[in-house]
């Protein structure tokens, strides 16, 4: 990187953090820090919650895969990715269901109320697992725009990231957030916009939506995986599942549907990228923006830049305020069994900190970001069954178990390569994966309805008091 590129690139971070601090509202109560209202106690607006969304999904690991899967597989590629976003209308309509149906205030007291306690907890493990994850996979995205691997810019430039993003989430939690994601979701939108102007004029607009093969070897593994794991993969999200709770449940899922079909749009136009680089036959080497941005030139690769950073401290921002809600009012709430209490902020605060060292060790070791996606939505299968099915049920811990933990055993033994090969459907590179979450889906189904059969054929039906844990 020469001294122009460098000082272009640096000002820029350190200009984004300056701003992001000084624009982001500072919270002076819990309610406003861990809930996102304002300082009267009012709700987060639609339109604020709809970008809110929109773009605390809009990883920077996302995009980046998007393209990468484009430039792999054509339009494909990029259409498999950007299923995923069709989770948020999904996840949003059985929120609404379950607030409207039950009257729960989260996930974690729906799931204690008809699975019970234990399973809130071993839910609660789950999503910490998938939060942890989301801070090394977005600061690693940031540093390759700085640098590789091993050289002091690209770590450095993560770091300084992170730090920015801590210092205003610090200031202000979920409102902050709330706040700033409404700022980098039109800063995003405008840099896109600002990257395909840059590309389309160099390709027949034609051949460029109309590469990719629509067969199983050529991407169509993975779009089928993507279409299996969207009713399990956003729950254990609660980047995305907090913000159903914020406002009232009609608008809640109005967002939800705009800002996925949304985040649809804007995943699959920026796997074009991807198919650029495939059709100018540009090396992605594990960063098709950055490969495509550097043979554009260096206002396209500041483009990029822009775009990655954006998207990455939408999403990261939002981690330490789920991280902070999670692990300072939820869990304490779960292992007391105590009546809802919001902490201070100190604790919160405390909780951000730590993981934003803490969450940055992944980094600095290597490891692929697709698998931050892939492998964790294979784990978490067991939830679908648990929120599709859980109107066959009052109470059922046993269900909630079978089919969970049956999906994190499925999803450990693919992460350590012991599914046997016969499992796979077609021969593709996510054939394996494919056929781990289909007939996954099947078992951890047959598990949720097992206790349910079993008791139908004795005829019971238990009381909550009558909990396994």
């Known amino acids: ?4 590129e460098a000082s272009l690139f640096w000002g820029f971070l350190l200009v984004y953090g300056a701003l ?16 996102g209202a304002d300082d009267k106690g009012n709700p987060v607006s639609q339109w604020s ?3 809110s969304i929109f773009i605390s999904w809009i990883f920077a690991k996302s995009v980046t895969n998007a393209a990468n899967l484009g430039a792999a597989y054509g339009v494909v590629g990029g259409l498999a990715y950007a299923t995923y976003w069709l989770s948020i209308p999904v996840a949003g309509y059985v929120i609404y269901l379950i607030r409207t149906q039950t009257g729960a205030n989260s996930l974690q007291d729906f799931l204690t109320s ?28 940031v540093g ?33 957030s709330i706040f700033t994601d409404v700022i980098q979701a039109v800063v995003f939108v405008f840099f896109v916009g600002a990257v395909l102007f840059l ?28 279409g299996l794991q969207i009713f399990s993969y956003p729950f254990h999200d609660p980047v995305l599942t907090d913000r159903g709770f914020v406002n009232n449940e009609k608008t809640m899922l109005k967002s939800f549907v705009v800002a996925g079909l949304l985040g649809f749009v804007a995943v699959f136009v920026f796997s074009l990228v991807g198919v650029h680089a495939q059709l100018n036959g540009i090396e992605s080497m594990g960063n098709a923006p950055a490969a495509v941005g550097q043979s554009l030139g260096l206002t396209a690769l500041f483009f990029m830049s822009v775009v990655m950073m954006t998207s990455a401290g939408s999403t990261l921002d939002s981690t330490f305020t789920s991280l902070a809600k999670s692990l300072a009012v939820d869990l304490p709430r779960l292992a007391r069994n105590a009546a809802e209490r919001l902490p201070s902020l100190k604790v919160g605060s405390a909780v951000m900190v730590v993981f934003a060292l803490l969450g940055n060790i992944p980094m600095f070791a290597g490891t692929d970001i697709l698998k931050a996606t892939t492998i964790s939505g294979t784990m978490v299968m067991g939830l679908a069954p648990v929120f599709l099915f859980y109107g066959f049920t009052r109470w059922s811990p046993w269900s909630f178990h079978l089919s969970f933990w049956t999906g994190i055993g499925l999803g450990v033994m693919l992460a350590a390569g012991l599914v046997p090969a016969s499992w796979a459907i077609g021969d593709g590179k996510y054939a394996l994966l494919l056929g781990v979450n289909a007939y996954g889906f099947l078992l951890c189904s047959a598990g949720f309805f097992l206790p349910l059969l079993t008791r139908r054929l004795l005829g019971r039906e238990p009381q909550p008091s009558q909990s396994v844990n």
Not at 1 to 4: D, E, H, N, R, V
Not at 157 to 166: D, I, R
Request: glycine share 10%; aromatic share 16%; no cysteine.
């Open 49 to 51: 919650l709809t970008a």
């Open 1 to 4: 990187m020469s001294i122009t």
């Open 144 to 176: 390759g725009y700085f640098g590789q691997p091993g050289q002091w810019s690209y770590y450095g430039a993560a770091m300084l990231f992170t730090f920015f993003t801590l210092a205003y989430s610090l200031k202000g939690g979920l409102r902050s």
């Open 114 to 141: 008809r699975f019970g306690r234990l399973a809130a907890l071993s839910f609660a493990a789950a999503i910490l697992i998938r939060l942890y994850n989301e801070v090394w996979s977005n600061t690693a995205v």
């Open 199 to 226: 590309i389309l004029p160099t390709n027949d607009v034609g051949t460029l939506v109309s590469t990719g093969e629509f067969r199983l070897g050529a991407g169509m593994d993975l779009l089928l995986v993507a």
């Open 20 to 35: 992001m601090y000084w624009l982001s509202p500072r919270s002076t109560n819990a309610a406003s820090f861990y809930r």
